[in-house]
């Protein structure tokens, strides 16, 4: 069995370390790239969702270097992606393309159908191996968590934020081919040792906070690397969803007890008090908590189309008028020109700095 | 006499305003056709400038905005490059200081802004979509046989306007025809075609924002005076056109630039030489890696004046290339 899936940012990291340590054989499709979106939007529906064609991108791509079989995550509740699986599936077939699709539900309680779906992708190992090569998978995601924070912070306070880039993306290289923890602590450890003396800007910066869905909010060729794009500007970003919270929460079907999105269901109230799928609550809990805790303004991304993120966004001009914090939002499809959001990123800087001067005038 | 310039390079038009110290329209602005060409529309607009300026002249400033903001700093040496939602925030500024909305709808883009004590407070543009901008309307114009200038004027000898469908521009066609049709008259089709393309501008751009007055309505389309009429109809409020209503980004970035002035010494202005200076550009898809970028470079002679284009940064803004990638 050569099995594939889907790329979401640095995700591809953790899913191979969990396959490997199950003794599987992975085929990682080549990043998701202009490529990847013209395969994709040849073969899908038109009006599904951005995510489902760079998904089907990616297959397609795998397909040509021999995978035989695509790893899925499912979903619940009124987002398509729930659904994508099997729409995916679907068009593979009517493609003549056989590739067998294992899907991955949250268990939502159901552990029994967990159990064998999980059964029959861990095939021979012991349930013991199955949750070390979890656990080996989780530290994966967190390293790659802590170098993403770390470069999303001093991106905007460094002088050569193109070298900091440089030292991330090796570091990144040696996370994804360590076989052991050691080897993960060495990578990471040198990574901050390596960054430590880079010089540095001095003044004060603006802090924007980015939420919306994972999808958009994770993979960066998706959202036109819209924090990059912030970064240079001289924008802190902080990103509401980090990579390990959507694994344990899909993939782990919440088994670990960490941190978690909880809090900002909380946070949503009283303002959007349902689950609207996706991550559509959680984006206004988000623009609360970043709100709350000071940050200069917040850049909600979504899919063209997408229901949850249209239901919050619909929900944000009153978070607005309470909070007093600007929001930005993007629906994004399959267009290339990065012209438009490059113009509406750095007209919303331009605000930001106008506000805060404005405040520190006023002694606010 | 020290004179700042603004410039704003955008998908139909290339304008050039040149503003005395104290930041009042020196000569007549330059509203000049781009035609897909940009540096040649501001090669052509600086040259009509030059011929124009007395002994004593001096450019101490030079701002950039518009789609080809970037294209054009790196040709002219701006000392400022800013957005054009910026740009138009300050224009409108300086003429109407209690401006509250802005409302600027261009050839193929429109922007709300939302200004609250003299700062930007929220702004939107359109995104998937076209229709509601300038030239749709001259599409029809020209459809119907209207010269673009008189279209704002026959829809005010409307008396019943009929109700054409704005969500798409391909419907909105094919409704006028419908009517078209049906035996209704001309002006009442145009001024139905009017309130459809602010019914299209309200629903798209001003979605969610509080529109309150006083209202500034800018760009080429403020020319009509049947989009300002629907427009006051349907907001309830006055609005107010400023004089330079077609140059406003350019205004705004030569205002920006006369900021900049008080904080720098000299000017990047590169000489009204760049009017006859040959430049080339070429694009490529650069090798090294799937992303497949295409690259722009601008070159004067056999100097690499700009690269742009790549996610990465390899190729840099003005950094040397890596030839490996090139070879790949």
Known sequence: MKITYPHMGNLYIAVRALLVKLGLDPVLPPPTSRKTALLGVRHAPEFACFPLKLNLGN????????????????????CRFGYYAEVEREILADLGVPMEMVVLEPPSGDWVTFKARARSLVGDCSWWQVLKAIRFAWYKARAVDA?????????????????????????????????????????????????????RKSGDLLRVGLVGEIFTVLEPYANYDIERHLGLLGVEVTRSIFLSEWINEHLFGGLLRVGGLDHLEETASPYLNAFVGGHGRETVGATVHFAGQGYDGVV????FTCMPEIVAHSVLPAVTRDHGIPTLSFYLDEQSGVAGIVTRLEAFVDLLEARRKKRLKEGV | MELYLGIDIGSVSTNLVLLDPLGEPYLAPLYLRTQGQPIKALQKGLAIIRDQLGKGDLVCGVGATGSARQLAGVLVGADVVKNEISAHAVAALRILPEARTVIEIGGQDSKIIILRDGIVVDFAMNTVCAAGTG????????????????????SGQACTPVRIAGRCTVFAESDMIHKQQMGHTLPDIVAGLCEAMVRNYLNNVGKGKDIEPPIVFQGGVAANQGMRAALEKSLQAEIAVPRYYNVMGAYGAALLARDQAREQVGTGFRGWQVSTMPFQQRSFECKACPNACEVIEIKQEREVLARWGDRCGRWGITGEADQAALQH
């Open chain 1, 147 to 199: 170098l993403e924070s770390k470069l999303l912070y001093l991106r905007p306070r460094l002088c050569e934020p193109l070298q900091l880039e440089a030292i991330y993306r090796e570091a990144l290289r040696r996370v994804d081919a360590a076989e052991n923890r050691r080897g993960l602590d060495l990578a990471v450890g040198d990574f901050l040792k390596d960054i430590r003396g880079l010089p």
């Open chain 1, 300 to 303: 909600q991304v979504a899919p």
């Open chain 1, 59 to 78: 297959f397609l791509e795998a397909r040509e270097m021999g995978a035989d079989t695509v790893l899925m995550a499912g979903g619940i509740g009124p």
């Open chain 2, 135 to 154: 030239s749709f309307l001259d599409q029809q114009a020209f459809r119907l046989n209207i010269p673009i200038d008189e279209f704002g004027a026959l």
